[in-house]
């Protein structure tokens, strides 16, 4: 190589190094005045800048300038021929003339290029709403939900709202069985005492019913929510279903032979945690029985174990088998039954106390034909317990049922 070529060589080196040296100072200097909050002085350093002409652009927009908001979009889609929001831009400035089917393409090549512009997928979502296309805006809701984890607390409200619409509902329902990660967040939401509503529950947990695509616990907390809200008949419509569904009967009392592990949830048994109480079920020949074992601790004065039953108005008839053993409480363990909401007793059985062998027993009750949709069978503390009682020993129960009484 001789040496002029060598010469010439270094000098376009070093005119290399100068330019990319200059351009990366250009690079710190527009950030460093976009760090300080001034996008113009950021654009003088580096004329192409994206995040600048952004910024511009989003100050013109809020005043309404948008001729200049125009000027600076097509700059940007000129240094950034890929970037999205610079459709979005432009999408405004069409929507402010009124050019509602250019906009509309525009925003949809901005949510295509940009998915995480969530001004577009808004746009779009509420668009495809006005038109009834439930399943477009969706897809739209579903992006911006997946992408921005902090718009859930503003569109969870939203999409309960519209969920009490029995198509829209359908169509989240739908967007649900694709499992995206805020499924359980709007189930949650649907079934909530407080932010939720039961019309829009009702709607979209039977569009993921329809669909087979409830699992049991959802099934569970939305049996739950009904009977909460004082539904007793609904919830008992889909408790019951499944079990129909099986061509397995269910009596007034179901489960009361304790042959299955009991649901804890729905027209069950419930077991539910009582300090100094422990609770199970045990084998009884080809049946169950429950063992309810006191540790002489302070007991509540709440149930040990509860069962909801759906009765209709009329005179019934409670039977049980039981034994104690050495059981010590001041005023006993006994079954109660009430109305739900109501403390006043319609059966209260005799209190068990003391050591006594297997044997049967009786009592009747009557449910009023008024403020009793759905009633409570209770294992408690007989009489009114207070703070409650100190309570040792074993019970066992077995062959539990209710019967109609005919007149």
Known sequence: MSRIVRVALL???VALMLVSAYTILAFMRSDAALDRGDPAAALRARPDNPEALMQLADERLAVGDMPKVEVLAKRLLASSPAEGRGYR?????SESRGEYARAEKLYAIAAQR?????QARAWLAQRALAAGNYPLALQHIDQVLRTSPGSHARLFPVLIQFSQDVDFADAVAKAMTSHP???????????????????????VLAGLQRRRDLDAVTTQ???????????????????????????????LLFNGDFTSTPEGSGFDWRLPPVAGVLVAIEPNGSAGMLHVRFLGRRVSGGPVVSHALMLTPGKYRLTWRERIDAMRAGIGVAWRISCDGQSQSLLEAEPSNGTR????????????ADRCGGQWLELTGSGNAGAGQIVSGDLWYSDMGLTKVMK
């Open 181 to 203: 990660e805020w499924r359980e967040g709007l189930l949650s939401a649907l079934l909530d005492p407080v932010t939720g509503n039961p019309l829009a529950a009702d709607h």
């Open 114 to 118: 940009a998915p995480r512009d969530l």
């Open 221 to 251: 907390a939305w049996i739950e929510a009904l009977m909460h809200q004082g539904r007793w008949g609904s919830a008992f419509a889909r408790w019951a279903g499944p079990h129909v569904a099986s061509g397995r009967a269910l009596p």
């Open 357 to 368: 062998p297997w044997r049967d027993q009786t009592s009747t009750f009557t449910v009023p």
């Open 89 to 93: 831009l432009l999408a405004q400035v």
């Open 11 to 13: 000098l376009a080196i």
